[in-house]
């Protein structure tokens, strides 16, 4: 059973870190590219950033130079590290699993529970 | 990066049809057969109801289907349930592996 757990979220002050982990299970992790994918409270879903099999990288505009995604095939985990933080980052944060058709996203077919990050004075 | 654009709302009675649009541009759901659609209900993760526009995931029931004309695509619902009120949002892959999703739509069964 193809599992998705992210952990790491939190209560952190604007201009604070967080770092983002989703513990996956249940496929063969490095055969797959990863996502992560945010919800602000009572708001849509929105793209934050995408990392390919062999490690290439995408971020959306409202996070680019400020979040970094990386993965460790060995250990099966995807990570965010998000710097700068603002206000407008609350969001339940989501790893989602893509399919892809000639290396372009198709779909998103598995995701995780999410992680709530809250950024606040 | 602008959300693709979906009404706010959309409601029907049971056993009736619904269909819920999603307009892009000639960069995103115009020029890729990459739309999908999710349903998600309160406090649970999406799930994913069409891919490439009109495909179903297998275990998806066959009132949930997808079309596609210029840079329009939609969702429709036959046959409404009480369990298909959810928010539905639409995604398209938008170039450089980026990929977009629509603002939103909150289906009530009345």
């Known amino acids: 059973e193809v599992q998705l757990v992210e952990s790491g979220g939190g209560l952190v002050q604007p201009g604070g870190s967080l770092r983002l982990s989703c513990a996956a299970s249940g496929f063969t992790f490095s055969s797959y590219s990863m996502n992560w994918v945010r919800q602000a409270p009572g708001k849509g879903l929105e793209w934050v950033s995408y990392?390919?099999?062999?490690?290439?990288?995408y971020y959306a505009d409202s996070v680019k130079g400020r979040f970094t995604i990386s993965r460790d095939n060995a250990k099966n985990s995807l990570s965010l590290q998000m710097n700068s933080l603002r206000d407008e980052d609350t969001a339940v944060y989501y790893c989602?699993?893509?399919?892809?058709?000639?290396?372009?996203?198709?779909?998103?077919?598995?995701w995780g529970q999410g992680t709530l990050v809250t950024v606040s004075s | 990066q602008s959300a693709l654009t979906q009404p706010a709302s959309v409601s029907g009675s049971p056993g009736q049809s619904i269909t819920i649009s999603c307009t892009g541009t000639?960069?995103?759901?115009?020029?890729?057969?990459?739309v999908s659609w999710y349903q998600q209900h309160p406090g649970k993760a999406p799930k994913v109801m069409i891919y490439e526009v009109s495909k179903r995931p297998s275990g998806v029931s066959i009132r949930f289907s997808g079309s596609k004309s210029g840079n329009t695509a939609s969702l429709t619902i036959s046959g409404l349930q009480a369990e298909d009120e959810a928010d539905y949002y639409c995604c398209s892959y938008a170039g450089s592996s980026t990929v977009l999703f629509g603002g939103g739509t909150k289906l009530t069964v009345l």
């Open positions: 989602a699993r893509a399919q892809e058709s000639y290396y372009k996203v198709n779909y998103f077919d598995y």
């Open positions: 000639s960069s995103d759901v115009g020029s890729y057969n990459l």
């Open positions: 990392i390919s099999r062999s490690n290439t990288i």
